[in-house]
């Protein structure tokens, strides 16, 4: 099985670590190479990689979007959010996904059986690529009622464009959710703010949370971020950014290879990785 993924930078990235794990655990022979590509010359370098024989690969930043110029096919959701993560390659023909959301969701899903009713208040903070992909999730997964609050809100409309299913989804003030914290059962937070090296920083107080609501945040490093540990003291449920990290990976390779794999012990292996870095 030969795997990759392109971006750049990826130097970095944890997914070699990560697939090399899941090759392992499937008991599938294969590799998974880093292809650094430069934006300057995209469709070129993409005309290489055709020839490299990969059976599938993950989209990075900044190629998340541009890569869809390239494929055959692609997935219904990865089409509504407008990106793909993840390609499959068969016969030639390159099929596109995006595991982001459904990463998220389904590890969401196993940690709290009880998000599944979609009446739940839900707030994402943040408007980019992992908001995005997020709500798109949501709402493909029938939940209502998603409210979004951004520092800049220009950048929600843009956002929601596409939407017509929720019931409601009003866009807020970053100032306003704070204030309106005990409002929502699940409160996902998925900008970079605290992430490492500033670890300090918090991207809303959670003076007025509810015990017992969900935070979520999609930060890994640190493995708990300011965010979330406020969120603990206060008597809040939390879901870490790793736990996402995980299930999109795994997502992608049960796309690539058809394996099932335990997702509870590669958790473990993963934090454990995590917390040595
Ligand atoms: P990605 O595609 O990886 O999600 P992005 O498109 O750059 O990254 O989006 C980053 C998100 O983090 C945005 O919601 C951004 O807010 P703006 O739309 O107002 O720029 C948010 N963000 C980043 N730094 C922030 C900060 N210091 N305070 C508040 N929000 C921040």
């Known amino acids: ?21 899941l090759l392992q655990q499937a008991n599938i022979s294969g590799e998974y190479n880093l292809y650094e590509l430069e934006p300057g010359s995209f469709t070129e370098q993409v005309e290489l990689l055709r020839k490299e024989g990969l059976n599938g690969f993950n989209v990075t930043v900044p190629f998340k979007q541009k890569i869809m110029m390239e494929l055959d096919d692609v997935d219904t959701q990865a089409e509504l959010i407008g990106a793909v993560n993840t390609v499959k390659v068969e016969n030639g023909q390159w099929t596109g996904f995006n595991t982001d959301g459904k990463g998220f969701l389904n590890s969401l899903k196993v ?47 843009e956002m929601t464009k596409g939407n017509d299913k929720t019931k409601r989804s009003g866009i807020l003030s970053l100032a306003e959710a704070e204030n309106h914290v005990a409002d929502y059962d699940l ?91």
């Open 111 to 157: 940690k709290y059986p009880d998000i599944s009713s979609s009446d739940i208040n839900i707030l994402i903070l943040g408007a980019g690529g992992a908001a995005k992909g997020i709500f798109y999730t949501l709402v493909h997964a029938g939940f209502e009622n998603i409210d979004i609050a951004n520092r800049t809100s220009a950048r929600v409309k």
């Open 187 to 277: 409160i996902i937070q998925t900008t970079t703010v605290g992430m490492k090296p500033h670890t300090e920083q918090q991207i809303i107080s959670l003076e007025n949370i509810r015990e017992g609501t969900i935070v979520s945040d999609i930060v890994y490093q640190p493995l708990m971020t300011a965010f979330l540990k406020e969120a603990s003291e206060k008597g809040a449920r939390i879901h870490q950014g790793h736990e996402m990290l995980l299930y999109q990976a795994v997502y992608a390779f049960e796309i690539w290879t058809g394996a099932s794999l335990d997702e509870q012990g590669l958790l473990e292996t993963l934090e454990a990785h995590l917390k040595g870095a």
């Open 1 to 21: 099985m030969k795997l990759g993924l392109i971006g750049n930078p990826i130097k970095h990235s944890l997914s070699p670590w990560i697939h090399n794990q």
